[in-house]
């Protein structure tokens, strides 16, 4: 089992009505190496409704580059996802909301998502 010598948790928040934050950098400041990076939690809140879309929150922190999935719908999830990382510890960040594309290929990278994102990421640095 791997002993955690450190962890810090980062909430990333963005309102989505204004267009420029669908697609944003955010310097990230963990303070020590981390091994790894965990989506804890997904929060998505809008004033859409009647719709079936999905929605993927990008990111270039990791290398599969997709740290979740959420509905177009106000929606909170617990989640448990792990990513591993290069001893991250600072750098300048993009996330990115995108629509998934159906099986028709209906969907694109940008979207008009509207409303509020919330996603809390676990930083975590093993003892190796």
Do not use: W
């Amino acid at each position: 089992m791997s002993i955690v010598t450190d962890r810090k948790i980062i909430n990333i928040s963005q309102d989505l009505s204004t267009a420029a934050n669908r697609n944003v950098k955010i310097d990230i400041n963990v303070g020590f190496g981390a091994h790894e990076v965990i989506v804890r939690q997904m929060c998505y809140g809008t004033t859409e409704a009647g719709t079936t879309r999905l929605y993927q929150l990008y990111s270039d922190l990791i290398d599969d580059q997709i740290l979740c999935s959420f509905p177009a719908s106000t929606s909170t999830q617990t989640l448990d996802l792990r990513f591993p990382l290069n001893s991250f510890s600072k750098g300048q960040v993009n996330f990115q909301v995108q629509e998934v594309p159906n099986g028709t290929g209906v969907g694109s990278i940008t979207t008009n998502a509207v409303g509020r994102y919330q996603v809390m990421l676990e930083f975590i640095r093993y003892k190796l």
